[in-house]
């Protein structure tokens, strides 16, 4: 089968972008072998394959628990049919499903790809197989909103333009139905065609320095935008633990990709990020609670979305509004695109149309 193939670890974006020598990094090849199928995964012919941060994560190398022998195919969030349900009792072939390989996050940038039974839903029928695919981030959104916004609530969601973003504001506004949504992003027409209230351009403005949001505090934070040490700068503008504020971390404390290569730099990165929960925890009266969102209940918040999606009140944005080809230029462009954490929206790979 056709597939794309990753030889060795890459810094994003700037490996992918020198003029020559991109092969020895990622390549296509046309005769990968089909995966076999292990007890309870089915094999789909993907139709489309959506890229995001964690798909960076992995091909630099930065988790070191992600490690995957060379070569791998990369991506893990698809969309696709069945062709061999391996004796599945819930789905049988021919079914469309969407799915993510979360626990072994590689294979979906192929034309066959196993997928965990577990993780696998049906894709309604209103919903495209591209948008199908472009789902996950908004899993991340459902969760960080739903499990701490609550109506009425005033909310700043930080990073408002990328795919996590982009399904936060919406989510928060016709879902959760928070009263006020802020965000920052460079791109206020997109924010605020997805609902949001007021949009703050951080490269000119700082949040927390806004007299407005230190006076009407924030009830919820949402950083899915990290880079710097926001949870510090967070407690002038959000409500402190005991009045209900809470800072919801989707990325790491000080950096968008957080790098744990090694065993000793997993176990500073987990140390500082518990430390901190706990420290919060002691320290209600005075600071904001600090929420660490881990990857929880994907299935059920995946149902949900895409019933959102089917009523069209959960619309998922493309980055440049349309998807890339599945060539090995395609692709590339698609590892740039997330790898710059400048995407605004979800990106995505067409593999196959019918
Ligand atoms: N905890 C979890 O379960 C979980 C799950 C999924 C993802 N994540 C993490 O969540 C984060 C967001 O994921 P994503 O898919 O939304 O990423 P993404 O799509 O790559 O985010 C790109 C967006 O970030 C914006 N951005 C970059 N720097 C910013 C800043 N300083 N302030 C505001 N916006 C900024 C960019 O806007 P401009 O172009 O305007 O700069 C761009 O629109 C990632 O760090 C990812 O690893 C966590």
Redesign the pocket.
């Known amino acids: 089968m056709k597939a794309i193939q990753v030889h060795q670890f890459m810094e994003l974006p700037s490996s992918l972008q020198q003029e020559d020598g991109v092969d020895a990094f990622l390549s296509m090849c046309d005769d990968v072998p089909k995966p076999s199928l292990k007890k309870q995964q089915m094999l789909v012919r993907v139709f489309a394959c959506s890229l ?3 798909d960076v ?1 992995m091909v630099q190398g930065s988790m070191i628990l992600m490690h995957h022998p060379f070569p791998f195919i990369p991506g893990m969030d698809i969309c696709g049919e069945i062709v061999d349900n391996n004796g599945s009792t819930n789905f049988k072939n021919g079914d469309i499903v969407v799915a993510s390989n979360g626990m072994s996050p590689v294979g979906g940038m192929a034309e066959f790809m196993a997928i965990n039974e577990s993780e696998a839903v049906i894709l309604p029928p209103g919903v495209s197989k591209e948008h199908g695919a472009a789902s996950s ?1 908004a899993i ?1 959104s459902h969760n960080a909103v739903m499990e701490n916004v609550k109506e009425g609530d005033r909310v700043l969601i ?8 982009s399904a936060a504001i919406q989510i928060a506004k016709k879902h959760a139905k928070a009263s006020f949504v802020a965000t ?4 206020e027409d997109m924010c605020k065609d997805l609902g949001a209230d007021r949009v703050i351009n ?1 490269k000119t403005t700082d949040w927390w320095t806004i007299e407005e949001f230190q006076r009407e505090r924030f009830d919820v934070i949402i950083d ?5 040490n926001f949870y510090g700068r967070a407690e002038k503008v959000l409500k402190t633990g005991k009045q209900g504020g809470t800072f919801v971390a ?3 404390i000080d950096e ?2 957080p790098d744990c290569g090694t065993y000793w730099k997993l176990m500073k990165f987990f140390g500082t990020m518990i430390s901190r929960v706990v420290y919060t925890k002691l320290t209600t009266r005075t600071l904001p609670n600090y929420a660490l ?3 929880h209940d994907e299935v059920k918040a995946r149902k949900k979305v895409l019933e959102w999606m089917e009523q069209g009140t959960l619309k998922i944005k493309f980055d440049g509004n349309s998807s890339l080809p599945f060539t090995a230029e395609g692709v590339r462009q698609a590892f740039i695109k ?1 790898g710059s ?4 929206g979800k990106v995505v790979v067409t593999i196959a149309k019918e």
Do not use: D, E
């Not at 920052?184 to 791109?187: E, F, L, M, N, P």
């Open positions: 995001s941060p964690g994560i981030s991340t930080l990073g408002g333009s990328g795919g996590v973003g920052t992003s460079t791109q951080y899915c935008a990290g880079g710097r989707v990325t790491a968008a990709y969102l881990m990857p997330v954490h400048h995407a605004h």
